[in-house]
């Protein structure tokens, strides 16, 4: 009976609960690893690398529904010569910069993290930050950019076109909200749509190019005119490569993707042998993604380009026109007939409405890296379904914002991508340096000079870009900051160690109570010791036969949020016992110090503090900032909020 009763199932979870622990869901073993929510815990787990190519050749590919009708406006007859150029810049250029990028980055944080290494304190996290609000300008943008493309295509077909003329917004809206409920469903099922989604696009596509190039071979004097109509306006080869020069900054959209592969390479499928230190088979897998991936969209963006300036009629891509933004579509209407134009409609939309998926896992495996490391974001954004409903708000706000055109959120999505492509391109010219290889370092630089150079023109044309950043920027500084003052009386130690002597130190006390002296650490010699013990003992009355221990913290690096705690025991003068402890925080380190070893001992240790002479608001200033300031009050503080119950709580005197 006794068994049985105590078998029995307790009350059952409220609605509340149920829903509070479908989206915490595996917030547990995330905030053990900080893996970002996505990442595959063995190295050897994951998906094909071809089929995590389709996963971020939704963003990549997706862009020929859009690409060729750029590239007609900004460099119309030169528009194959300026994609050309373009091709150039991604084979020679972004490429090689991310297969690098994807060997000193096989986390996923991509250049963020190179460029990470080289800044330390303060200026580093802002650094990042910025970095990070260009990424979410690039990611979130293509997210709401790619939904109104497709509602673009969805409006513009012909059996359509009348019933969805000015409901724009409410279908782009409907679709990033089917988006977000992918991503709340579960990551697998995305990846095999995406596989599915790519095929078929690629292919219609593939029957789109050799029908152009089939229509243009067979009136040879499509070509003539062509040519003709260049030389008359531009007048010789060298002219045209000039002009295709000047313009290419305007079809940087192309280059988009790259960012996005080497930010879903915790998905890639490494060898069995790989280590999270050494992931060569993701690595491998990664240069693959990348390179086909590349390759592929070189040659549809030539053949595109080139059918469709000779094809359609310069006036049909203007704004208004049946050919802007949808000129692949046009074409496949125009000549394959409006049963299969409704076909490559349909596909495109789709792989459009998709390509935002690959950006929810860039940002869904980049913002956790960071901003909860920093402490700049609730301990929830390590989950994925809420930080998916945050994501998707802000993409609803977007596009509200831009009332879903496509023209008005191109400035900002080039800018993004090529702010975060110069960013790679430093890091791995840096990079190079570092590695003593001299002619990938000048030709890297080479290639950062190029990017920086097509990153200035496009910012000057269209500074919406940069304004529109900026907005991203100065939102998570701002919430980053206000989580980390929020956060600020948090124990934030995630684990503590001991070595061999200061163990002995602490099991020394199972039998009676531990007195600890908070001291911060000056010349260390004889005097101070002895004269710090006499003055703890006369404010604290503190018997002569009572032993004390001192703690000593160091401050290494202030803007560190969460860190592991290693405690370091040594006698000094022959008769001190001596805790050494290195963290960001003087007092998130004592708390975690006497929480370990009450812990240890099951006594609870008492710490004794003098009070710093100054201003509180400075002094917390100095905490928040630099890790000290008024250390006692801090620190009980954050051992009030870690341990509830007041008869555990370690005791703590100030003098």
């Known amino acids: 009976m006794g068994s049985s009763a105590s078998a029995a199932p307790g009350p059952a979870p409220s609605a509340r609960q149920r829903l509070r622990a479908w989206l915490l869901e595996g917030l547990v073993d995330l905030a053990k690893q900080h893996p970002g929510p996505h990442a595959q815990a063995p190295a050897h787990k994951g998906q094909r690398w071809w089929r995590v190519m389709c996963l971020t050749g939704l963003d990549y590919f997706s862009t020929l529904g859009y690409q060729p009708g750029i590239a007609a406006l900004a460099a119309g007859l030169l528009s194959p010569v300026a994609t050309i150029v373009l091709v150039v810049v991604t084979l020679l250029g972004a490429l090689p910069v991310y297969r690098r990028v994807a060997q000193e980055s096989p986390h996923g944080q991509g250049s963020i993290a190179m460029l990470e290494r080289l800044l330390s304190f303060w200026k580093g996290k ?36 009348s019933a969805l003329t000015g409901r724009q917004v409410l279908i782009t809206l409907v679709l990033v909200a089917l988006l977000g409920g992918v991503f709340l469903k579960g990551f697998s099922e995305a990846i095999g749509l995406a596989v599915v989604l790519v095929a078929v696009y690629l292919s219609l596509n593939v029957v789109v190019v050799v029908d152009g190039l089939w229509h243009v071979l067979r009136d040879p004097d499509l070509v003539t005119d062509w ?20 313009v290419f900054p305007k079809l940087a959209l192309g280059l988009s993707g790259f960012e996005t592969g080497v930010a879903v390479m915790p998905h890639i499928e490494g060898d069995p042998g790989d280590t999270e230190e050494r992931p060569t088979g993701r690595i491998r897998g990664a240069r693959l993604l990348l390179t086909t991936a590349a390759l592929i969209m070189s040659v549809f963006l030539i053949t595109t380009s080139f059918i469709t300036t000779l094809l359609i009629p310069k006036a049909a891509f203007e704004p208004g026109g049946p050919a802007n933004g949808r000129a692949l579509a046009y074409l496949a209407h125009e000549y394959l007939g409006n049963t299969f134009g409704s076909i490559y409609d349909l596909s495109t939309i789709l792989i459009l409405w998709f390509a935002g998926a690959s950006a929810m896992a860039g940002l869904l495996n980049l913002m956790p890296r960071y901003l909860p490391r920093y402490g700049m974001a609730p301990d929830w954004a390590r989950a994925v379904r809420p930080t998916v409903l945050v994501l998707t708000g802000i993409a609803f706000l977007v596009t509200w914002i831009f009332d879903a ?21 430093i890091a791995v010219t840096i990079a190079a340096r570092k ?13 950062a000079a190029v990017f920086l150079y097509t990153t200035a023109v496009n910012i000057a044309e269209r500074p919406d870009g940069v304004k529109i950043g900026a907005c991203f920027i100065a939102a998570i500084m701002l919430l980053s900051l206000l989580s980390r003052l929020k956060r ?3 124990l934030r130690v995630t684990d503590v160690f001991l070595d061999v002597v200061a163990e002995r130190f602490v099991r020394d006390y199972v039998h009676r109570p531990i007195r600890l002296i908070a001291n911060e650490p000056n010349s260390r010699d004889l005097a101070e010791y002895r004269d710090k013990a006499r003055q703890i003992r006369e404010d604290n009355d503190i018997p002569a036969e009572d032993d004390l221990v001192f703690v000593e913290v160091t401050v290494l690096d202030p803007s560190d949020f969460e860190a592991e705690l290693r405690v370091r025991g040594e006698v000094l003068h022959d008769r001190y016992r001596v805790l050494s402890l290195e963290s960001s925080s003087v007092p998130n380190a004592l708390a975690a110090l006497l929480l370990e070893v009450r812990d240890i001992t099951g006594q609870q240790p008492h710490i004794y503090f003098e009070w710093t002479e100054g201003n509180p608001l400075a002094q ?11 250390v006692a009050p801090v620190t009980r503080e954050v051992l009030r909020e870690a341990e509830p119950d007041r008869t555990l709580r370690p005791r703590v005197h100030v003098g």
């Open 435 to 447: 590695a003593g290889q001299h002619r990938w370092t000048a030709a890297f630089a080479v290639i």
């Open 488 to 490: 600020v009386f948090e």
């Open 405 to 425: 055109s496509v023209d008005a959120q191109g400035g900002a999505y080039a800018t993004g991508v090529l702010v975060l492509i110069s960013s790679a391109a």
């Open 620 to 630: 917390f200033l100095r905490f928040f900032l630099f890790g000290h300031g008024e």
């Open 126 to 161: 802002l650094f990042v930050l910025t970095l990070l609000g260009f990424a979410a300008t690039d990611f979130m943008i293509t997210i709401t950019l790619s939904a109104a493309d497709a509602t673009a295509h969805l409006v513009e077909n012909p059996h359509l076109h």
């Open 227 to 246: 040519t003709s109509a260049l030389t008359a306006e531009h007048g010789n080869v060298v002219a045209m490569i000039g002009v295709a020069l000047v």
